[in-house]
């Protein structure tokens, strides 16, 4: 923990900032689960990048800060930010029911299809029962729709805009209205609404760019304690490509798409992205659990109150790396960390530290610990897809029990390659009523963005959603 006065650093003082970073990335190694990172930082018109460690184990090649990587679920800010150039438009109304433009779109769940929103697919509140679903049959032009054309066999786990729950479906639905309404296919889509106009010049949805620049491979624990073995699975399949399974971008373009934001949408190149009231908008909070491991959602953006602000945030997972974004507007702010490795949570480390300088506060845990005990009408199975797990009351606190059940082969195969485990095991104390920390967690963790998710949450039903359990911002519902 840093002392009072390393906390009151100037905000302006990049020179110390960049040098603490420096020290960080110093110390990672495979033994601390980091084949590589890197991370930019822009504050107002300063801006620095630093890289560490190989972005590719089996070629030996260092990562620098020219390095490309897979951006993961970070692109779900960029996929609403272009369906919002639509709405600016005047093609696409966020209020109107999703099918307006995707007549094609349809669930299990009849009633629920007619009555998700725009809105709804780009802030996790439609409520759509398929989180895992990744069909890799088709590849190109009619990948994305593919996707859809299988959703028609999943319902929703609650009335959509009762609930936030996850939702790689609702961006890939986002990104078939950006088809549908530019007649091209997403990768070139995202390229020309989006990409073109930030001046995002390195960044692509093309999977077999990567072969033309240097890019990064994730990478896994391997078998020998204390190493690392690079990643069989390059990146998820096409047809998630909105939702994040392809794209891949640098430091720069992260820069220049977050300089874009906070500017009212307007980017470094000088030309208009955005209107000033929709990148408002995707500020602006639209749907609250009120928990402290699921923040309010903007559009796109989780909202993140860390260290006396408020980080607009998203992260993102790809084949044996996380990435971590996000812009801190009260400090013209711009952060993104890439980690190659199964630390995600030194993504936590790189931004907390950035934002503790800028706010001269330390970031403490995002709750209030209260006396507490585990409720044992908890006790039961939930469900949702993909996912069972069994919950029971144990001296006075909860053991849950993850199992993932097979759905099919296809499906198994990527998520084995991913590195999904099949089953876990994890004990949960008792924190703050109806909320749980895993046992022998460091509060302070739950300070960052991804420790925050670590969090489990007991809710009540409400009209139109039942009782379940919320962590790392999915909700399974309780069925006995």
Known sequence: MRTSAELQAQPGDLVSL?????????AQSTATGVAGAVIGVAVGAEQFALAHGLA????GQEFTTDTGWLLGSVTKVLTATALLRLVDAGAVDLDAPARRYLPDFALADTDAAETITVRMLINHTNGIDADDLMPCAVRGRDATRSYVARLRDFGCLFEPGTGLHYSNPGFVLAARIIEEQTGLPYEEAIRTELFDPCGMGDATAVQTEAFLRRTAI????SDEPGTLRATSLFSLPESAAGAGATPIVTVADMMAFGRMHLAGGLAPTGRRVLSQELAAAMLTPTFDLGLPSAPPIGLGWWLDPIAGTTAAWHGGGSPGGASSFCILPEHDAVIVTFVSGPNALLNDTLHTTVIEHLTGQQASASFAEAP???????????AAFHVDKSVS???GNLLVRTSVPFYDEELERILDAYGMPRSSSVTYVPVAPGLFAPEGADARTTAGFYGRLSLLADLPSVPGRPRGIHSGLRFVPKIS
Do not use: C, K, P
Request: glycine share 10%; charged share 25%.
């Open 372 to 382: 507490a005990h585990a409720d044992s009408t908890m006790t039961g199975e939930y």
């Open 56 to 59: 590719n184990l089996n070629t």
């Open 218 to 221: 994730g990478a896994r624990a």
């Open 393 to 395: 009351v144990r001296d």
């Open 18 to 26: 960049r040098a603490r970073i420096a020290g960080i990335l110093e």
